[in-house]
Nanobody, 124 residues
Framework: VQVVESGGGLVQAGTSLRLSCTAS????????MGWFRQVPGKEREFVAA????????RYADSVKGRFTISRDNNKKMMWLQMDNLKPEDTAVYYC??????????????????WGKGTQVTVSL
């Protein structure tokens, strides 16, 4: 299983960035997927998740209304559109795929697959 994130970078507050995630070696179209982020010295925190059917999504309160998660099962791609970025959004963003979970249990199973992360830095 391989999970790869891309799209991170250094941006100014108030601007946008779109992260991408692709996964191979698993059943992409039947797996819930999500994004977590982590700042050095802090625990990894949930950002957003999307069901395999794209009919259900879930967001952390801190990003609701600013971030949008989406996916295309035919392309085996997932995205996180981040608008109106704030300095507190600075973190390493990780993509996670769960083959036996849901958007509510994502990242709890030892079977979940993680990418290596992509750095997002938001400056004032």
């Amino acid at each position: 299983v391989q999970v790869v994130e891309s799209g991170g970078g250094l941006v100014q507050a108030g601007t946008s960035l779109r992260l991408s995630c692709t996964a191979s070696g698993l059943s992409f179209s039947t797996s819930a997927m999500g994004w977590f982020r982590q700042v050095p010295g802090k625990e990894r925190e949930f950002v957003a998740a999307i069901s395999w059917s794209q009919t259900s999504t879930r967001y952390a309160d801190s990003v609701k209304g600013r971030f949008t998660i989406s996916r295309d099962n035919n392309k085996k791609m997932m995205w996180l559109q981040m608008d109106n970025l704030k300095p507190e959004d600075t973190a390493v963003y990780y993509c996670v795929v769960t083959t036996d979970g849901t958007i509510w249990t994502i990242a709890r199973s030892p079977k979940d697959s993680w990418g290596k992360g992509t750095q997002v830095t938001v400056s004032l």
